[in-house]
Structure formats: C-alpha cells, structure tokens
C-alpha cells in the first residue's frame, strides 16, 4: 500500500468522515490500491451491528431508515447508512443520491449517509457494498443500516452483507404477499408493516402470519433458521426461549411489527426488536457461523472475479472471444475443447502449487 493509502487508513481510522467518504468512493469505483485498503479493514472489523432494510417500491423504506438513525443518535449511538439506488442508465451512477427523504439527521455528522449505485447486480447489492460496510465498521461506526433496492427475490443476496434483515410490507399489498412467499421468508428476520395507520393494515398482518405458519408446516421457515411469525404481543419478543414442554430452545420467532414512519411510531419498538434479535445471533451461536458463511462467500467472490480476470487474459492470447466464437461457427472447434485448452495451464499451475505444498509438508 502506497504512503497515499496509508495515510487515507490512518485518517479514517481516526475518525475523519472525508476520509471515509474518499475510502467508500475509492472502493465504489475499483479504483488502483483499494484491495490493499480494503485488506487493511479487516483487522479492524467486528464491532458494528449490520442492518438490512428491505420492501417493495413505496413501502417506506427511506422514511424508516430516516426515523431509524435519529432514534438511535438519540441513544447515543452513531449510525452509517448505505442506500443502495437504481443505477443511471446513463453514468452507471445513483439516481437517487440526494436521499431526500433523509432529511431528520442532516448535519449530524455522526450520521453518514452514502448512496452507492446497484450497478445491476442481484439483489441492488455490490461486491463494493460489502468493502464500504467494512469502512463504515472499521471507522467506528456503532449501526450500519443499508437501504436496498426493491427489486423483488433477488434482495435475497442483502443477508450475505446484513446481520438482521427488516422486510418492509405495506398495508393492503394483498396479491402482492402471495409473490414474497419462500424468497422473502427466508431472509426476513423481522416483518414490518408500514403506514399500519392505512386501511388494510390488519389485514396484511393477517395474511403475513398466514403465509409464515404455512411455511413453517413446509419446512421453508426453518431453511432460514426462522422457526415461525406473530403478530406483535404484549412484550414484544422475538426469540422463544422456552417452548411448549418447557424446554429451552433457540428459535428465532421473527416478529410483525406495525410503524407509521412519517410520525416516527413503531420505531422504538422496531428497535428493540433489532436489539433481540442481536441477542439471539450471539448467545445462540448464529451470528459466528453467520460471519463464516459472508467470509466464505467473499472469498469464492473474489476468486470468481480473479479467475475471471485471469481467463479472460488467456483468452486474449488464444486470440480473443470473437476469433474463438468465430472458429466454432466454422465447425473447426466448440466451447467445450475451448474451455479445456483454456483452464489447461490454470489447472496446470494449481497442480503444481499443491505438489509444492506437500513436498513443504513432507520437509
């Protein structure tokens, strides 16, 4: 890492928020040394509670997570909001970088809010999603709260980057529940059902208790490690620790909670929700293999992204994709022999790698 990076490290980790921004934009745009930067992060990692922020379009999202900061600044604890926007079709950029409706927290620095394009990726969420949580944790930041995109079942990739997932319902939604079904069942670790001062609220949490019991008797809950939904009671808990014979257990019961965002109702009970749920993840044990599963598939990631990299170069030596595509409309070959005369010297190199490594052993 260059003497530019480090003092960026140094700058950030001392607590400078146009550090973090520069850090976040250097991530965002892959720019040269920011795997070195982001290598750098890690040690200093762990600290801070991820929350992911998911809905349909007009659900309430912005409001929530608006309403959300503030209430937790008013606990004293500092917050870093990443809000994942469509990308411009135009600069590949965030179409809604303003974040207008963002507005109870401006000017409080210990709120930093970063909007980051989705770029196309599944579930509106990037590989530098992930890097710019990292910053924002190794920055000291107490809450990361990212606001996703909704884009359907494809939001299913946010729970590789969050640690408890909010799935956002508006009331009325009707035909629309019976399209969440297994997908966001089995990322939702808390149902909220926004604007609940509408019509039709009570019915929506009706049909999502519903459609939460019908999945727990199919066993698609329980895929999720979530165990089963009510509706809001009196206390309000969301992890049974004792079931029907007495015995513990460590079922995660995800709750509905009802929130009228614009007047900030629901949010201190949607807050203690979250901090339950936080609970639950450490003294069950879930939140360490939680953490192994992200590692895990950030590493097959990027793997993935250098592999590419990698064949993409021998491809260009064996004369580029269009010479190749052209010599199998030919007939001369096809992509199977492609593949293989390609990934021959990969596979080649890891042969020897692993030989090497059991000669060292062996020593």
């Known amino acids: 890492m260059d003497e530019a990076d480090e003092s960026l490290l140094e700058a950030l980790l001392a607590g400078e928020h146009r550090a973090l921004a ?4 250097k991530i965002e745009n892959r720019s040269p040394g920011y795997r070195d930067l982001v290598s750098e992060l890690y040690a200093h990692t762990g600290n801070a509670d991820v ?3 998911t809905g349909s379009p007009g659900a309430g999202k912005s409001t929530l997570v608006d309403k959300l900061a503030e209430a937790y600044r008013e ?6 909001v990443i809000a994942i926007d469509p990308s411009s079709p135009f600069t590949g ?3 809604l970088g303003d974040r207008i409706r963002m507005a109870s927290t401006v000017g409080d620095m210990d709120v930093f809010v970063r909007s980051m394009s989705a770029r196309g990726t599944l579930g509106g969420l990037s590989t530098a999603t992930a890097d710019a949580v990292k910053a924002m944790d190794a920055f000291g930041k107490d809450k990361i709260i990212i606001e996703t995109v909704g884009a359907g079942q494809n939001e299913i990739d946010i729970v590789r980057t969050a640690d408890t997932v909010a799935v956002l319902v508006p009331p009325g939604s009707g035909d629309d529940i019976q399209t969440l079904k297994a997908g966001i069942l089995e990322i939702a670790d808390i149902f909220i059902v926004n604007k609940a001062d509408r019509e039709g609220a009570d019915r929506t949490v009706q049909e999502l208790r519903e459609m939460v019991h019908l999945g727990e008797e199919s066993g698609l809950a329980g895929s999720a490690g979530h165990h089963g939904v009510d509706a809001m009671d009196g206390d309000g808990a969301g ?3 004792v079931d029907e014979s007495g015995d513990d257990t460590d079922d995660w ?14 949010v201190d009970t949607f807050i203690d929700e979250l901090g339950n749920h936080r609970s639950y993840l450490v003294d069950s044990g879930t939140h360490a293999e939680k953490v192994r599963q992200r590692y895990a598939e950030e590493i097959r990631t ?3 992204e250098d592999v590419h990299a990698l064949l993409e170069g021998e491809l260009a030596d064996s004369g580029g994709i269009d010479d190749l595509a052209e010599a199998v409309r030919q007939g001369e070959t096809d992509p ?28």
């Open 51 to 53: 929350i992911g922020i």
């Open 336 to 363: 199977y022999s492609i593949a293989t005369d390609v990934l021959a010297p990969v596979e080649a190199c890891v042969e020897n790698l692993a030989a090497d490594a059991d000669d060292s052993s062996a020593e």
């Open 302 to 304: 990027l793997l993935r």
């Open 22 to 25: 520069r850090v976040i934009s």
């Open 253 to 266: 019961t995800t709750p509905i909670v009802e929130t009228v965002a614009t007047k900030g109702t629901g």
């Open 93 to 95: 950029g965030a179409v």
């Open 75 to 80: 606990r004293g604890e500092t917050v870093g």
């Open 239 to 241: 992890w049974d620790d």
